[in-house]
């Protein structure tokens, strides 16, 4: 059951411009959403995180928005940089047990020079 | 401070051989999360351990897979009689806090199983 979909696996976008990777989840006990960002031989790296309380979190160049009637979260990244070249998985949780976070699948986002 | 270390990074097994892959985690942390990426897919949850404890397994395959934390030493995840599935990368994650949201990864250990 794939609670958490990352419908585009992969994305590309210019320098300095936006990035948007988006996230749809089904399950309504998830009250914690977070991004992680992965590069090739490393593991995931929390990047950005918002709560169910909250519509909207900002944090530097990332900022994840979250709309909860919509089961669906967004991450935009902007100005986009090469640096930014990763794969982005979406993850939720829910209170009662947040150790089973749920992943989506990835978004393999490509910013060009 | 070293971060999530684990170890092999590749391990490549024939089938019906066993797996063992190691995770220690960050200095400090006492929870360990195992998860498992499939191509083409994202991290599903195994298994969720404290020291000398199992916590949450219900990600686990009923067979063949086991884990543990020893109050000693690293977090083992051990899956026996190998087969062409179990190919896979596997991550290890810690936190300090029990059921924290935001885990630590290791670079993971990719099992090839011919």
């Known amino acids: 059951d794939q609670q958490v979909k990352q419908n585009s696996p992969s994305l590309s976008v210019q320098e300095g411009r936006i990035s948007i990777l988006n996230c749809d989840y089904t399950?309504?006990?998830?009250?914690?959403f977070l991004w992680y960002k992965k590069y090739p031989a490393e593991g995931p790296t929390f990047l950005i995180s918002?709560?169910?309380?909250?519509d909207k979190n900002e944090d530097g160049r990332f900022t994840v928005f979250l709309n909860k009637s919509a089961k669906h979260l967004s991450l935009h990244i902007v100005p986009s940089q090469p640096g930014d070249s990763a794969v982005y998985f979406c993850?939720?949780?829910?209170?009662?047990?947040?150790?089973?976070?749920?992943f989506g699948a990835g978004t393999r986002l490509t910013v060009k020079p | 401070n070293a971060g999530v270390m684990q170890n092999p990074r590749h391990l490549v097994r024939r089938r019906g051989q066993e797996a063992r892959l190691r995770c220690s985690p960050m200095?400090?942390?006492?929870?360990v999360y195992w998860y498992r990426q499939l191509p083409e897919e994202g991290l599903k949850f195994m298994v969720y351990?404290?020291?000398?404890?199992?916590?949450?397994e219900s990600g686990m395959p009923k067979e063949r897979f086991s884990a543990e934390f020893p109050k000693e030493g690293p977090s083992i995840l051990r899956i026996q009689q190998v087969v062409r599935g179990d190919s896979a990368a596997y991550f290890c994650?810690?936190?300090?806090?029990?059921?924290?949201?935001?885990?630590?990864f290791g670079a993971g250990s990719r099992l090839t199983v011919l």
């Open positions: 200095k400090g942390h006492s929870h």
């Open positions: 918002i709560s169910s309380i909250k």
């Open positions: 994650a810690s936190s300090l806090l029990s059921g924290a949201n935001v885990l630590t």
């Open positions: 399950n309504s006990m998830f009250d914690y």
């Open positions: 993850a939720a949780s829910a209170r009662e047990n947040n150790n089973d976070m749920r």
């Open positions: 351990l404290q020291k000398e404890n199992i916590i949450d």
